[in-house]
Structures are given as C-alpha cells and as structure tokens.
C-alpha cells in the first residue's frame, strides 16, 4: 500500500534565474569530484552549494548548506507553492539514437511501517547515511526525490497525463549538460489530488533510486518521534519527496554498474584465469566491442561476466547453475540467480578472496571506459563487467525481503536535483 499526499515544492524563481540550465545538477550520489567542482564554478546559485558543499576547513560544510537554503529562500531565489500540489514530470532523452520519453509525477510518500513501507532491494552503507542526515539535520528538507517504480495496475500516470497534462503548458522546463529535456507541470486541482491519492492505495512500490535517503528520512522521524510522543503520524517528517514511474520498459531504462579492483599481491592473471575455469567456461575476446556484443545477445538466458585487465578482454560464462545450490546455498533462490551475486560470491570471495561488502574495497561506475582507463594505469587493476538487473529481478528480490548488493542497478536517466524541494515544517 502506497500512500501518497500533495506538498507546496520549494523551486527557483524564474525571476531571480533565468536560466535553469545553470543551478541544476544531478543527484549528489552520482557526482564525481571533478563534476562537483565543475558545478560548484559554473553558478554562484547551483543547488550543487547546497546539494553537496565544498569541505573547507573554515567552516562545516553542512551548516553552510542549510544556511545557503535560508538565505535563498529569504532572498527569494526560492519560491514556495501556496497551495499542495501533485507534480508531474516528464524526462525526454535519447540513448543509442533513440528518443525515449519516461513519464511520472512527484509527490509525498508516507515512510511507513512494517505493514506499508516501500520495498527495498539494496543494501546501504553507513558513511553515506551519516552525509545525508548531517545534511537534512540542517536543511531541514528533501533536497532531492527518491526514484520509485511501480506497476501502475489503474494507470494512474495515463489518467494524470491525459486529464491534466496533455494540452497544458509545463512551469518548469530545463535541458541538462546530456541534452535532456526535463518538464514539470503543477497538479492542484482538489478532486483530482484524491483520485490519485485513492488510485495509489491499491499500488505496491518499490524504490529504485534512494535507498540511503530513504533509510535517512526514517532516522529523521524516529528522532522527531521521540521528541513529540504526541505525534498523529501526519506531520511531513513522516513523509519523503518521491518520484513515481511505472515498470514501462519503453521508459524506464536500468544500466549495470560495473565494477573495478585490484589484484591481491602475487596473484597472476593466468593463475585467476585458471582457477576461474573451475566454475566458468573462459573465452578471450579480441575487443571490447565483440565482449559487449555478445553479453548484450546472450540476454538472460546464460549467468556471464566480462572482465578486462593488462589491456584484454575475456568472457566468463557459468558453467552450470547447480554451482550456485553450494556456494549461495544461504540465499533464496530469486537472490542466488542474479549475476551480481554471483559476482560478488564465486568471483570475489571464493576466487580472489576479497570482502565486496567491505566500504572502499570496489569501485563502481556505470561508464565502462572510465574504469578502463584507470585499470590502464594500473596493471594491477581488473574491471568487471556485468548486465543489466531486469525490473522484475529488482522486484522479486524485494518481496521476497532480501537485499541486493550494493551498487547493483543503475537507473537511467536520473531525475535532476534542484527542481523541486520539500521544506519540512
């Protein structure tokens, strides 16, 4: 059960910034240094001063935040909606030549209890936890949407859109840095606020994006909880900014996330090679295009990884799956047979005997060549490559209640930070 409310959204003022283009950024999670730098130069006002400061020694980077969202907000570089409202968004992009267009809409979601929560599909780290809630414990608000999906059973982003949407102007427009079109058009009508609400009480969700927001937001409210033994469960720190898509694959596009680590010390790539050879038949490749052409056939039908190191490329495919019933004989079957688990299980901690889950030991990037060259510029470094999670891998993991790995989906495109805010009261 999903239960969802309308907010007034804190955003730019189109009078004080003329230019969206100019202040928006992508979510703090997916920023590298030197993009942080690059939007920290590009405009004095780019919400990436509050989003994900500078560390200085002079000062705490997460009180700086929360006074910038003040000083904005009083100088009016902010507006806040008087009225509640439903926001809806639409995110036009091209990947490989083609246009695609994913629909959903922003609201507030209830954290829940044991009975209503979201389901969860990935685990979290702590240190990312503890930036976040130093940062809310500040701001005082949701500076950016969780990514929810969810099956849409009474289609409820069709009824928004052809009731409200179709023929209206949109109040929010923006192009990012990848030539993407973001649009937000304003949902305020009364009867139409309880329709939807009404519609998404029959709808499981699962969070796609935002896990360590999400847990975040918990922590916030059981320590308002404590303080306020009185609470109805209405007040906003019950509640998150959620963006909402349905499981339409015409839309909603998950890209793996591949992974890169160094050797342990002493041990040759032929020798990984051949103990390796144990659990999968290895193929050496002559490129990095033959390598992706053929994960990229195999589809779902074979458990395969790619890996590159010392400027080659192999193939590793699982030999049998009944390897699988020892060696992850300690989880359900909807977790064993992801291929991130495989990864992490027989290639990491039985093979190399490295702790995937230990903070700091991988690194993890959607952009292959990224991790390609830096495995160039160490001999020692491999990289790991991986398919894309299916919608309905996510989904069956999450109830069944297990967790996947950290790091396991990349969803694409992200929904830009900056647009909308909440402002806890």
């Keep these: 059960m999903a239960i969802v409310k309308p907010f007034a959204a804190v955003y730019y003022n189109p009078q004080k910034v003329s230019d969206l283009s100019k202040v928006v950024c992508p979510p703090y999670d997916v920023i590298s240094q030197p993009r942080q730098l690059y939007y ?75 009975e209503s929560s979201p389901f969860k599909h990935e685990h979290t780290h702590q240190q990312a936890k503890d930036d976040r809630y130093k940062l809310l414990k500040e701001v005082r608000a949701n500076l950016s949407p969780i990514f929810v999906v969810f099956k849409d059973k009474l289609r409820v982003i069709n009824y928004i859109y052809q009731k409200h949407i179709k023929q209206a102007a949109a109040f929010i427009e923006v192009t990012d840095d990848d030539k993407n079109t973001h649009k937000i058009w304003r949902i305020d009508d009364e009867a139409a606020l309880r329709q939807i609400e009404q519609k998404m009480r029959d709808e499981h969700v699962f969070i796609a994006d935002g896990h360590h927001r999400f847990e975040v937001a918990c922590a916030w409210r059981d320590s308002m909880l404590a303080t306020l033994p009185q609470a109805s469960g209405r007040e906003s720190f019950n509640y998150i900014m959620s963006y909402f898509t349905n499981t339409d694959p015409r839309g909603l596009l998950i890209l793996p996330i591949h992974r890169l680590l160094t050797f342990p010390a002493g041990l040759t790539t032929a020798q990984f090679l051949e103990s390796a050879r144990a659990y999968f038949d290895v193929e050496e490749l002559k490129d990095k295009a033959r390598l992706f052409f053929l994960m990229e056939k195999n589809g ?61 030991c991988l690194k993890f990037s959607a952009q292959a060549d990224d991790l390609i060259k830096e495995a160039d510029c160490d001999g020692s470094c491999a990289v790991f490559f991986l398919k894309p999670v299916m919608m309905e891998q996510i989904m069956n993991v999450a109830l069944a209640g297990q967790r996947m790995p950290p790091k396991s989906t990349y969803f694409y495109p992200k929904v830009l930070s900056g647009l909308l805010i909440n402002k806890l009261e």
């Design 40 to 114: 920290h130069d590009l405009d004095p006002r780019n919400f990436i001063h509050i989003l994900l400061g500078k560390d200085t020694p002079q000062e705490d980077k997460y009180e700086r935040g929360g006074k910038t969202f003040s000083e904005w907000l009083a100088q009016g570089v902010f507006l806040q909606d008087i009225k509640p409202a439903i926001y809806f968004y639409s995110h036009r992009y091209r990947l490989k030549g083609e246009t695609r267009t994913r629909l959903g809409f922003i609201s507030l979601l209830h954290l829940g209890d044991k």
């Design 300 to 360: 779902g039908r074979e458990h395969i990884f790619g890996m590159y190191k010392e400027k080659k490329y192999w193939l590793l495919r699982l030999k049998n799956v009944s390897i699988l019933n020892t060696l992850l004989s300690d989880k359900p079957p909807e977790y064993r047979m992801l291929d991130v688990s495989i990864l992490n299980r027989v290639v990491f901690e039985n093979l190399l005997k490295i702790m995937p889950q230990k903070e700091g």
